[in-house]
C-alpha cells in the first residue's frame, strides 16, 4: 500500500541548531513531494514541493529538502533553527498523474526549539 | 489575493444535530478539497469536488457529504452529529485541479461537539 512515514512525532533543537526532519514514502509511481508546516490554530501552509527536476528544493523560511528515489526519502532540514520555526510539520506525497488525485500527509512531527 | 476563506472559525454543536461548513476557495482555484484533522487520527481525507462534481471520496459514513457551486465554493455538511466528530476541519484549493501543483488551506473550521 501506498504510504507517508514521518519519523519522530516530536523533534526538539537548540536555537541555531540544525533542523532535520525526517520523511519516507511507499510508492510505485513516481511521487510528487510535499513539506507543509502548521501553526497553532491555523491551516496548513506550502513550504516546498518536489515535482520533476532538481532533487534538492527550496523552500520558504530557509528550508529545504532533498528527493532521495534510491531512499524513498524526502527529509526537510534547515540549517539553522530560529525560534519562530516551532509548529507542526507535514510532509505528504501525490501518488498518481491523475487530475483527481489525492494528497496523503504523514501523521506530522512537531517541531521544539529551546532557547 | 484573498486566500482559502472558511466559515465559521469555530462551532459548537450537540450531538444528534448537522452542521454545514462553507469554503471559498482562491479566485481561479476549481478544484477544493476537505479534510478532517484530530490528534488522534491526524489529517484524514473527505472528498474532492471539481467542477461542481465529487471526484475523490475518503473513507467516511455517508453523514459526511459535500457539494461544489458554479463559483466553486463548496460546502460540506455532517448530519447526527457524534462526539467523535469533533475535530478541525480544513478546506484547500488547488490550482489546475490536481493535486500535483499542492494544496493552498484555509484556516479551518473548529468544531466541538458536546
Known amino acids: 500500500a501506498q504510504s507517508v512515514t514521518q519519523l519522530g512525532s516530536h523533534v526538539s533543537v537548540s536555537e541555531g541548531a540544525l533542523v532535520l526532519l525526517r520523511c519516507n514514502y511507499s510508492?510505485?509511481?513516481?511521487?510528487?513531494l510535499f513539506w507543509y508546516v502548521q501553526y497553532p490554530n491555523q491551516g496548513l501552509q506550502l513550504l516546498l514541493k518536489?515535482?520533476?527536476?532538481?532533487?534538492l528544493v527550496k523552500g520558504i523560511n530557509g528550508f529545504e529538502a532533498e528527493f532521495k528515489k534510491s531512499e524513498t526519502s524526502f527529509h526537510l532540514t534547515k540549517p539553522s533553527a530560529h525560534m519562530s520555526d516551532a509548529a507542526e510539520y507535514f510532509c505528504?506525497?501525490?501518488?498518481?498523474?491523475?487530475?483527481?488525485?489525492?494528497?496523503?500527509f504523514g501523521s506530522g512531527t512537531r517541531l521544539s526549539i529551546r532557547p | 489575493k484573498a486566500g482559502v476563506t472558511q466559515t465559521p472559525r469555530y462551532l459548537i454543536k450537540t450531538r444528534g444535530q448537522q452542521v454545514t461548513l462553507s469554503c471559498s476557495p482562491i479566485?481561479?482555484?476549481?478544484?477544493v478539497s476537505w479534510y478532517q484533522q484530530t490528534p488522534g487520527q491526524g489529517l484524514q481525507f473527505l472528498f474532492e469536488?471539481?467542477?461542481?462534481?465529487?471526484?475523490n471520496k475518503g473513507n467516511f459514513p455517508g453523514r459526511f457529504s459535500g457539494r461544489q457551486f458554479s463559483n466553486s465554493r463548496s460546502e460540506m455538511n455532517v448530519s447526527t452529529l457524534e462526539l467523535g466528530d469533533s475535530a478541525l476541519y480544513l478546506c484547500?484549493?488547488?490550482?489546475?485541479?490536481?493535486?500535483?501543483?499542492?494544496?493552498?488551506f484555509g484556516s479551518g473550521t473548529r468544531l466541538t461537539v458536546v
Open positions: 518536489y515535482t520533476t527536476g532538481a532533487t
Open positions: 510508492s510505485s509511481v513516481p511521487p510528487y
Open positions: 505528504a506525497v501525490t501518488f498518481s498523474y491523475s487530475s483527481a488525485s489525492k494528497i496523503i
Open positions: 484547500a484549493s488547488s490550482l489546475g485541479g490536481s493535486a500535483n501543483y499542492g494544496y493552498t
Open positions: 469536488y471539481f467542477s461542481e462534481t465529487q471526484r
Open positions: 479566485s481561479g482555484h476549481r478544484s
